[in-house]
């Protein structure tokens, strides 16, 4: 449900401190020739809306609320899904880019975050959302995991096998992973990062064999001996192939986990000798009022530990959760109305407009992404590929 962007901030920092920052040809074609107009994109014209004749107050405009301007509607954004803010978004979506809704669910989120892609049998896995009230997780039952197969995303996309719905495959993780949030793909097998239920089952990264019989090993479940919160998110680092985490409170603020006996923080676990480090805290606690977060990056240092905390982008929509980076460095991040698009230096370029909320989402190799929507599962192709994995 929620998280916010320092939760899963260390995948964009990964990419950002590790990827090649490529200053990006001007694009040839002039901006707003509508020739070169992708037939699902349009061009949002910001000056549109600098000044406005009525900006309302708090209580009606704010994080939770969608912000749409005189001229566009719901509709009209959702028509034309990919929103070109600025011109390099035109390298992003490639002539051709396409949105496609291929699994539904009626209220129960099944879709919500861990999206991993699984090159081998090219599928891809997510959770259920872990501590949403309809999806009944949490303290009664634990979230499950489940998977789809992208070529039959691909066939639902095409409508070449007249269905227009995938098959959505249970994956039954033996032990089971209890209350997964995160995942993270980590040698072609995933790492999870699981909640944890009740005092009793602790919050742990587990590995798990993405084939039959989906065994799994518990990886870390405790910080000398303490309980983590609920952990939260989790990647790993393409450089020094040490697995970052985050550390929450969220599994207390849904019902499911005790008060928290740790702060929130950052750790570092290297596989190779068993440290667990910490390697940022001091993140501003989540409020349930105030729902507005900034993101931040930091660089990774060759040791392993971060430095220059920089205020990178503050989402005008809803609190960014699922945050990835393609190979050329621009940031992508799960939000309220769909997926948005910053350049490297924090620039809003575009989005992909879901208009119901982007949990999260992974790129699934070359130009290929799933979205996470709660209730709706979204196949995206576009010009830009995910970083590297590791
Ligand atoms: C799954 O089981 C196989 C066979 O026993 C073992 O080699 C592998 O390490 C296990 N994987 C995990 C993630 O536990």
Request: glycine share 8%; aromatic share 10%.
């Amino acid at each position: 449900m929620h998280t916010v962007i320092w939760l899963t901030m260390p995948a964009a920092l990964v990419a950002l401190a590790v990827g090649i920052l490529i200053q990006l040809d001007l694009n040839p074609l002039s901006w707003g020739v509508l020739a070169d107009l992708p037939s699902a994109a349009q061009i949002i014209d910001q000056k549109a809306f600098n000044a406005l004749s009525i900006v309302p107050p708090p209580l009606h405009a704010n994080a939770l609320t969608v912000f749409l301007w005189p001229g566009v509607t719901q509709e009209s954004l959702t028509a034309r899904p990919f929103h070109i803010y600025d011109k390099e978004f035109y390298d992003i979506i490639g002539p051709n880019p396409s949105l496609t809704l291929i699994a539904t669910s009626e209220t129960d989120p099944i879709f919500h975050e861990a999206v991993v892609w699984y090159p081998p049998s090219d599928e891809v896995f997510f959770v259920q959302n872990a501590g949403a009230r309809a999806a009944g997780t949490g303290l009664a039952k634990s979230s499950i995991i489940q998977k789809i197969s992208l070529a039959e995303a691909e066939a639902v996309r095409t409508s070449s096998n007249q269905k227009d719905e995938v098959t959505v495959t249970v994956v039954p993780s033996n032990p089971q992973v209890i209350n997964p949030n995160g995942g993270t793909n980590y040698k072609n097998q995933v790492i999870f990062a699981g909640e944890g239920q009740g005092p009793d089952v602790p919050s742990a990264l587990y590995l798990m064999n993405p084939q039959e019989p989906y065994n799994t090993t518990v990886l870390l479940n405790n910080y000398f001996g303490r309980q983590f919160n609920s952990l939260n998110d989790v990647v790993v680092h393409s450089g020094n192939g040490d697995i970052y985490f985050t550390d929450t409170l969220y599994g207390f603020l849904q019902d499911f986990r005790p008060a928290p006996g740790l702060r929130n923080q950052v750790y570092r676990l290297s596989l190779a000798t068993g440290a667990v480090t910490v390697v940022a805290d001091d993140f501003t606690l989540p409020n349930g009022k105030s729902q507005f977060e900034d993101g931040y990056r930091f660089d990774v240092k060759k040791d392993g530990t971060w430095e220059n905390r920089k205020t990178f982008a503050y989402v005008a929509a809803g609190i960014p959760d699922g945050i990835h980076c393609d190979s050329k460095g621009n940031v992508y991040a799960g939000c309220a109305d769909g997926v948005h698009v910053w350049n490297p230096s924090g620039k809003l370029i575009g989005k992909i407009y879901t208009g119901t909320k982007a949990a999260n989402f992974q790129f699934a190799g070359q130009g290929r992404m799933i979205i996470t929507g709660q209730t709706k599962l979204f196949y995206v192709t576009l010009a830009a590929s995910g970083a590297a994995l590791t």
